[in-house]
């Protein structure tokens, strides 16, 4: 069981990235997938979750509502998501998680399996 998140980096607020998270030994197309942040000196929070159900049902934290995306690809095990309009508070290490169910939820401790993280940096 394997999470692989990547595509951090350091953008210019109001650029763009895309993370990408690729799941393995995982049966993905009956995996509700999350993005969690991290930012130095806080505590883990959620970002974006969107389930296997219901074409994909999503759910954002209030702050990147309309910035963020997120997507998935049951093909390729793989979900992204999809950061516009950067802010300096974006700032983090982005985690990947799954969890099995189709509800989501935006609570780390209900997620079974995480990535590595990766660094994303936006600079003022």
């Known amino acids: 069981v394997q999470l692989q998140a990547f595509g951090g980096g350091l953008v210019q607020s109001g650029g763009s990235l895309r993370l990408s998270c690729v799941a393995s030994?995982?049966?993905?197309?009956?995996?509700?997938m999350g993005w969690f942040r991290q930012a130095p000196g806080k505590e883990r929070d959620f970002v974006a979750a969107?389930?296997?159900?219901?074409?994909?049902?999503?759910y954002y934290e209030d702050s990147v509502k309309g910035r963020f995306t997120i997507s998935r690809d049951n093909a390729k095990n793989t979900v992204y998501l999809q950061m516009n309009s950067l802010k300096p508070e974006d700032t983090a290490v982005y985690y990947c998680a799954a969890k099995y169910g189709m509800v989501i939820v935006p609570a780390g401790v209900q997620y079974d399996y995480w990535g590595q993280g990766t660094q994303v940096t936006v600079s003022s």
């Open positions: 969107i389930s296997w159900s219901g074409g994909g049902n999503t």
């Open positions: 030994g995982l049966a993905f197309g009956r995996l509700t």
